[in-house]
């Protein structure tokens, strides 16, 4: 099992700019897959982004395409989600997940993954 510990997660101003991290513990997997989801008020937890363990792939949602990039520090088994452009669409808790099974390509959905941290909050005004 892992432990996951989001941090980084802010009020800016739309056009602005944030970088979330998502700290891993715990066991280390080289296959499945580490995934950024959002929750807004009054909403379904979506999948933003997606990083494939086995060929390091990134599958990111097209709503976020071109402003978002998710990238890692192996060495400090870390993921981070580097955000910009921000609009206040945008806003929700953001967590990240893993899966140690195989990942398809494509929109993760919130039942296939069963570790999660915390959440961390990301509020964008217009």
């Known amino acids: 099992q892992i432990q996951l510990v989001e941090s980084g997660g802010g009020s800016v101003q739309a056009g602005g700019s944030l970088r979330l991290s998502c700290a891993q513990s715990?066991?280390?997997?080289?296959?499945?897959?580490m995934a950024w989801f959002r929750q807004a008020p009054e909403k379904e937890r979506e999948g933003v982004a997606v990083?494939?363990?086995?060929?390091?792939?990134?599958w990111n949602d097209e709503s976020v395409e071109g402003r978002f990039t998710l990238s890692q520090d192996k060495a400090k088994n870390t993921v981070y989600l580097e955000m910009n452009s921000l609009k206040p669409e945008d806003t929700a808790m953001y967590y990240c997940?893993?899966?140690?099974?195989?990942?398809?390509?494509?929109?993760?959905?919130?039942?296939?993954?069963?570790?999660w941290g915390q959440g961390t909050q990301v509020t964008v005004s217009s």
């Open positions: 715990g066991s280390t997997y080289s296959t499945g897959c």
């Open positions: 997940a893993s899966r140690r099974s195989t990942c398809f390509w494509g929109t993760p959905r919130e039942a296939d993954f069963g570790d």
């Open positions: 990083l494939y363990r086995r060929n390091g792939g990134i």
